[in-house]
């Protein structure tokens, strides 16, 4: 994640007053600090990913940027075995950087997992560039364009695409 993207994914948790936030792909952790850093001080990060080793690093990350174990709860798992195990309208934010052939399947839920007003964001939507190429493309930017339309066209969300980093999808539910 870039700093610019990271600075803006702060903003969003801000923006929404964010106490309970999912994130899809806890990768190395830098992701969840801005999120923490965002949230309210009371606010918890709950983080999903497949690879163990990612949340102990995640884990380590976070100690050290001054966060409480208690701020984040890490569940091991692949997200669309997880997901369905949280909380209905629970969430204020969802942040997706997982799978980008799975964003479709985290946008429903997303929507099943956020109160109305809250905000689902998706990092890597322009999958460096490649959503705007007009020849042939990999299957996973093929589903990014879905994504985008979907979004785009939705009733139940306002969206708007921040061109910082590669790209973040945000969109507020109804």
Do not use: W
């Not at 952790?29 to 918890?44: A, Q």
């Not at 690879?51 to 102990?56: A, G, R």
């Not at 052939?101 to 956020?114: C, G, K, N, Q, V």
Request: with cysteine; charged share 25%.
């Amino acid at each position: 994640m870039s700093p610019g993207a990271g600075a803006a994914l702060r903003l969003l948790a801000a923006t929404v007053d964010a106490k309970a936030v999912a994130e899809i792909g806890t990768g190395t952790g830098v992701s969840g600090i801005h999120l923490l850093h965002g949230m309210r001080p009371d606010g918890v990060l709950t983080t999903v990913d497949p690879e163990p080793e990612h949340q102990q690093f995640a884990r380590q990350a976070f100690r050290a940027a001054g966060f409480a174990s208690n701020r984040a709860r890490f569940i091991p798992g692949r997200a669309l075995d997880v997901l369905p195990r949280l909380a209905d309208a629970g969430y204020d934010l969802v942040f997706c950087d997982g799978d980008r052939l799975e964003f479709l399947d985290y946008l429903a839920e997303s929507l099943r997992l956020l109160r109305p007003g809250g905000l689902v964001v998706f990092e890597g939507v322009f999958a460096h560039g490649r959503t705007v190429d007009s020849g042939p493309q990999p299957t996973e930017v093929l589903r990014l364009r879905e994504l985008l339309r979907t979004v785009r066209e939705s009733p139940d969300l306002v969206p708007s695409l921040l061109p910082v980093g590669d790209g973040l999808l945000c969109a507020v539910k109804r």
